[in-house]
């Protein structure tokens, strides 16, 4: 019978993970209830409007698949939420390897990993999903010792890898965490030969991406293609319009921010937490380094600084996560300071707001909470 302790520590971890989980779905789903979000919903929808085009490869397999009208926004929810199921998984098996301890906790329910999609549900169910469901097979290809499951798991991730990097070619920049998962400790079989189509996969993406990148033209084909598969022009408004904008037009409103996103600075010192308390980081700090070099560029593309951040903790954690428990074990973590580092902070997906907005940047599950508690109170009054 389990422990006390254990009990305690399992409660704490499902509740976390529970309470980001029901925020994020119901959050979004009253998102697509209203007809969907024009990043949120509208980036996925991103097709080939009689052409090929960057990013367009999942939004031209779903509208060619679904039928016209708002069923499509609810069968693209669906496999939004799905595609998280296997993280949750994952993470949910490495809590159990690890006995529930406060050190997994930490890494497993931190505000920057998957409870991010809960303490700001806008930040969450966008295409870098695709990556990290790559990588956790990457992680399942490496546990597993039966040959078939190893090799069904390596071509899947092969196979949503691409998906990946053809829907949106940032994803390409979480190539480093693919190589550690091939190449570092004991190497998957033919690793080289994987890293090499894994790399040359993403080269090829961002190349067309480069290529194909869109003219000014282009939202206003995109957008019709939304009004003729039966949806609404609203949706035309995010993701499709920044569709016919150049590099400048990203890396002026980065500049015109920069004030506003020094506050993340903060935010990237606690997600990182769990990872410099640990000895993997000591071990693996070159694959950790390459890993955020990676990532960087899209602190000078985007404005999604939060997203970002989000992206190169929960790449790293899935790494960390096949490594053994004395590398990822740490007495910082007791119980007091894992609660508390749950529980208080959460990280804005962006910030192109002053900083004395109500709300920035105070997220997380205390605030996710307190907010269902006024809700619950107005509602009665």
Known sequence: MPSRALLVRRLTALVVLGAALWSGVGGYAITVQRGGGDHQTADWLISYPGEFLRRGLFGELLLRSTPPGTATLWILFAIQVALYLPILLYVLWFLERRSWSWSAIALACSPAGLAFIGWDVVGGFRKEVLGFVALVLLAAARHSGNGLVKAAALVGSVGVWTLAVFSWESIAFMLPAVLFLLLAGTPLPLGRVFAGVFSGIAAVAVGLSVVFHGSAETPA??????????????????????????????????????AVHSGYLAMAALAALPIVTTGWLRRYWPWALAMLVGIAPLFVLGIDYGRWIH???????????????????????????????????????????????????????????????????????
């Open 221 to 258: 084909r995109l957008c019709q293609s939304l009004i003729d598969h039966g949806l609404s022009p609203d949706l035309c408004t995010g993701a499709i319009a920044w569709m016919g904008r150049d590099l400048n037009d990203s890396l002026q409103l980065v500049q015109q921010n920069l």
């Open 311 to 381: 992206i190169l903790f929960l790449e790293i954690a899935i790494c960390m996560m096949v490594a053994s428990a004395e590398l990822l074990e740490s007495r910082h973590w007791t119980g007091l300071s894992t609660l508390l580092y749950v529980v208080l902070w959460g990280i804005p997906h962006a910030a192109p707001t002053a900083a004395n907005v109500a709300g920035w940047p105070f997220k997380g599950l205390l605030a996710t909470v307190i907010g269902w508690v006024q809700t619950g109170l107005l509602g009665l009054g």
